[in-house]
């Protein structure tokens, strides 16, 4: 495993996981009982930092997750630690659950990662994009905060990218996990700012 990043590159807009499986009321988070709000709202602010993004000509990479559609790609996480998925047929490849939600008007110069784990580093070819555009700083938002979130932005820590979370731009089904992963993050991976300061620099091509 080896590390492509300086935090001395161009920065990239990651946006985690704003697909159907979580930010809509019939998908698998919604029908397993768990209260979307936070995560809808959060989508709202990402799609104002992908608008500054446009402006700024700054990379935007957005990150899915699915899995086979027999879950045999899922292992340890679909068998044992969240089985329920399976049970509600969620997160299958070529299922609504899959899919981005539709105010994410991905252009052609945009890259989506698919993955099938919770962090965009695990098994997929994100490094790869990651060098081919120079990036050595990711603009992070998505959801859930503690989960994909999280997972995500402690594996890009780790391989020296500079990391930024957009406070207002990250949510959790539960205030208990969403302000405990933040803190996490910002003391030993990343650097929280607002939805506000964020913007501002993105929209002038830079990070804040």
Known sequence: MTG???????AALLLVDLQKAFCSED?????NGRDIATCQEAALKCLDLVAAARKGNVPVIWTRM???????????????????????GGL????????????????????????????AFVGTNIEVVLRS?????????????????ESTVRDAAQRDYRTIVVREACADWARE?????????????????????????IREGKAP
């Open 4 to 10: 492509a990043g300086s935090g001395a590159g161009l």
């Open 27 to 31: 998908g698998t988070a919604a029908r």
């Open 66 to 88: 699915a899995l086979h559609s027999d879950y045999s790609d899922g292992g340890l996480m679909i068998r044992e630690i969240i089985p329920m998925v399976k049970a509600r």
């Open 92 to 119: 299958r490849e070529g299922t609504p659950d899959s899919d981005l939600i539709p105010e994410a008007a991905i252009e052609a110069r945009d890259h989506v990662v698919t993955k099938q784990r919770y962090s």
């Open 133 to 149: 555009l120079e990036i050595g700083t990711l603009i992070v938002g998505g959801v859930t905060t503690s989960m994909c979130v």
């Open 177 to 201: 996990r969403h302000e405990p992963a933040l803190a996490a993050m910002a003391f030993g991976f990343a650097r929280i700012v607002s939805l506000e300061e964020a913007a501002s620099a």
